[in-house]
Structure formats: C-alpha cells, structure tokens
C-alpha cells in the first residue's frame, strides 16, 4: 500500500482520501475491505457515510496537442496538497476508427481530447468527492480547440461541481479556493515536481470489428491473452498485447509521460512469469515504469521485434538489434 488510499462507503459514494497508516487501521480491525483496482489503493467501508465531512478537492486539466495533463489537489486539515497527477494519452493509440458506410457528407471531426478527458474525469468522480474543476488555457491549445473547453464545461456541470475556464497566470475564479489555485499554479509550472504520475488511456471499442473490440469481448470472455496484466516482480502494469500467448506475454507500457505526449514500450515477459490479469476497462491508468525496471527488463519500441525476438528462425535474414 503506496500513495494515497481512495476511500469509498458501502453505497459507493466517494468519500476523502486516508492516510496509509488509518487505512490499514480500518483493514486490520475489519471496517473496511479492499477494493478490487489494478494500480490505485482503494478501500471500502463496511457502512454507509450519511453525513460525510468533505473538504474541497480541485481538478486541474490542461489540454496540450498530443496529451492532457490532470492535477487532483485537496485541502486538507490543515494546508494543501497534491494528490495526483495524471497524464491523458490523446495521441491516436488508442483512437477508435471511423467506418464511414455510406457518401454522406462526414461530421464534423470532434476533439479526442474531449472525449477521453471526459472518460477520464468520469473515472476519477467515482473514487473522489470533486468540488471544483478549472480547464486551463494553456498556450499549446490551438485555437480550433478552444471551443472543445465550453462543450467540456457543459458536459462537466453536473450537481454542486463549479466547473470554469481560466488562464493558469490570472487570479483564482470566483468561488474557488484561493490556496488550491496557487498550489494548482505551482504544480503545473512544475509537473515533475510533483509525483506520482500516471498514464491514462481510454480504449474505446471502434464501430467495426477490429483488434480493440477483440481485445474487449476477450475481456468479457475472460480469455488469458487480453486485458491489463499486473507482475510483482519486476513490478510492472500494463495492457497485455492482443499477439500475445500463454507462453509468451507482452506488456504495453508507459515509460514517460509529459505535456508533450506519453512514450509507450513494449515487454517480453520470460515464459512462465506469474502474471495477475484484469479485464480491460474503458479508462486504464498505468504508473509509469520506474528506471530500475527499466534496466532490469528488454524494451522494444513496437511489437514486431518481440515477436522476432520469440521467432528468429522464420526471418533469419532480418537485421538484428544493436
């Protein structure tokens, strides 16, 4: 147990983030019981909370070309702190495909970081109390995304979330807290500052059949060979490739993760590596890979050298790897 521990009640509701060590309290004294989640700590209570005791929680999104960066910041008894950091993978990895059947005149193209950022705050409203939400203007947003900032205000405004669009440089919104937006202010000045980081990929089925809509009926049929794969040691997560097998396994991995966009890697696990598989989702958050394990393990920039590596005699002719 790592990090902050998500706390939910017997009803699902979110409720504040605990200490690792009251956590444990609750676990060991039988008023809580883990609940089932492949990278976040989260518990849930054995009773219903009526009347939670809520502090403000500030969500921080910053939209770029190519990734979106998420700032979870929480008030807490007695000053401000951040509690997580998430990088929105908004390259086309993991882009469903258009199937366009007919000579209709195309829709309009929407932006994909509406649609997996959307997904993402979606997740994250089930495993914490969110009060506010800025959506910053950052100076990488180009201006044919900008409209994309009010729909994402329209589709977030739900209940009692304030949700507003500001510039990171100006004063903090009317009704927000002061000491969460200067805090949110110093953060995304200095992601790196700030951890942990994770990574955030929304996989959503395409409209005809294809590898990612595979990939999920596997999931729900709970075929071995889909679906995120979780190794102790060396301490690994990431999506199982759809090539892969019982004997050989191949990892996706985030091993960096900025503004600029999320780096991802693929791993051949050794034959017989015990391996912890979950179903795929359509949000899946990955920590990024640390740099002893990276050491420790091959890495591959796409899935055809592994799959050279696990069958060199069928193209003895292909070049080999430095």
Do not use: C
Not at 132 to 157: E, G, K, M, N
Not at 178 to 189: G, R, S, W
């Amino acid at each position: 147990m790592s990090g902050p521990v998500f706390v939910i009640d017997a009803q699902e509701r979110p409720l504040m983030p605990l200490a690792e060590a009251h956590a444990r309290k609750l676990l060991r004294n039988g008023k809580a019981q883990r609940w089932p989640h492949p990278t976040l700590t989260v518990i849930q209570l054995n009773r219903s909370v009526q009347q939670p005791v809520l502090r403000p929680i500030l969500l921080g999104v910053a939209i770029h070309q190519t990734a979106a960066e998420l700032f979870v910041l929480a008030n807490g008894p007695q000053a401000a702190f951040p509690l997580l950091s998430i990088v929105v993978d908004r390259s086309r990895r993991w882009r469903a495909r258009r199937h366009r059947t007919s000579r209709r005149r195309a829709r309009p193209r929407r932006s994909v970081g509406q649609l997996a950022i959307g997904a993402v705050i979606s997740t994250l409203w089930r495993l914490l109390p969110l009060s506010h939400i800025v959506l910053l203007r950052t100076p990488t947003l180009q201006a044919a995304d900008r409209p994309s900032l009010r729909r994402l205000r329209r589709f977030l405004t739900v209940d009692k979330l304030r949700v507003a669009i500001a510039r990171l440089e100006r004063s903090a919104p009317g009704a927000f807290p002061p000491d969460l937006f200067a805090l949110l202010q110093a953060v995304a000045a200095h992601p790196a500052a700030y951890p942990p980081v994770l990574v955030a990929a929304v996989i959503r089925p395409p409209q005809h059949q294809a590898r990612l809509s595979r990939r999920m009926d596997d999931a729900d049929t709970d075929v071995p060979d889909s679906g995120i794969g979780v190794v102790n040691k060396p301490a690994l997560i990431g999506i199982i490739n759809y090539d892969s097998t019982d004997d050989e396994r191949v990892l996706d991995v985030p091993i960096a993760a900025s503004r600029m966009g999320v780096v991802w890697r693929f791993v051949a696990l050794a034959p017989h590596t015990p391996l912890q598989r979950w179903p795929v989702t359509p949000v899946v958050l990955l920590p990024l890979v640390s740099r002893a394990v990276q050491a420790a393990v091959t890495l591959w920039k796409d899935d055809l050298d592994a799959f050279m590596t696990f069958y060199p005699e069928e193209d003895a002719d292909a070049p080999t790897r430095d």
